[in-house]
């Protein structure tokens, strides 16, 4: 059964980056069958997808991030990772790792149970 | 790029049937498929419709999707409602990038 964790720190302060790793179990991060990546859900408000990522090493990212997302792999530890730069605290939310699946169209898989992330003036 | 748009909240009795739109704001509904996720507070989402119309294993058959080309909208039809149904609900699609484009997401009040 794929279960994934995301770890990384509860609390960032503003203007500095944001940084989250995913653990994988239960699949192979080197799968040509998968992608990866985040989304994320500020305090009452809806889901959005923040990018994805393919085994080997393409990337999709939500324009409206611009250049400040950047998602990569590290399969030998059966991880991947998230930063988002120059937080502020809109960039406060829960953050969910997911694999995604592309057949029948791009939807989510499998979701982390996820982690919440405050940005502190 | 388009928006998928929803409306915020809607309310219902223990046993009557509600639907929840998911309208586009341009370019086909039937271009690219849309799922909806079910999500009760405090957990991840979980998804209760794909391929438009399609009900995952598991998922009751009191949960419907379609799709409506003349309004351009897809539809999350709940039957029977159920005390359990109250949750937030997300319509799901993408674009020719490969971006995934969430609704707004609904809230459903079984009262």
């Known amino acids: ?121 | 790029n388009f928006l998928l748009t929803q409306p915020h909240s809607v309310s219902e009795s223990p046993g009557k049937t509600i639907t929840i739109s998911c309208t586009r704001s341009s370019g086909n509904i039937a271009i690219n498929y849309v799922q909806w996720y079910q999500q009760r507070p405090g957990s991840a989402p979980t998804t209760v419709i794909s391929e438009n119309d399609q009900r995952p294993s598991g998922v009751p058959h009191r949960f419907s999707g379609s799709i409506d080309r003349s309004s351009n909208s897809a539809s999350l039809t709940i039957s029977g409602l159920k005390t359990e149904d109250e949750a937030d609900y997300y319509c799901q699609s993408y674009d020719s990038n490969n971006h995934l484009i969430f609704g707004g997401g609904t809230k459903l009040t079984v009262l």
């Open chain 1, 1 to 121: 059964q794929l279960q994934l964790q995301e770890s990384g720190p509860g609390l960032v302060k503003s203007s500095e980056t944001l940084s989250l790793t995913c653990t994988v179990s239960g699949a192979s991060l080197n799968s040509r069958s998968h992608y990866w990546g985040w989304l994320r859900q500020a305090p009452g408000k809806g889901l959005e997808w923040l990018g994805t990522i393919y085994y080997f090493g393409s990337t999709y990212y939500n324009p409206s991030l611009k250049s400040r997302v950047s998602i990569s792999l590290d399969p030998p530890n059966q991880q991947f990772s998230l930063k988002l730069t120059s937080v502020t605290a809109a960039d406060t939310a829960v953050y969910h790792c997911a694999k995604f699946d592309d057949t029948s169209g791009w939807h989510v898989g499998d979701w982390g149970q996820g982690t919440l992330v405050s940005v502190s003036s």
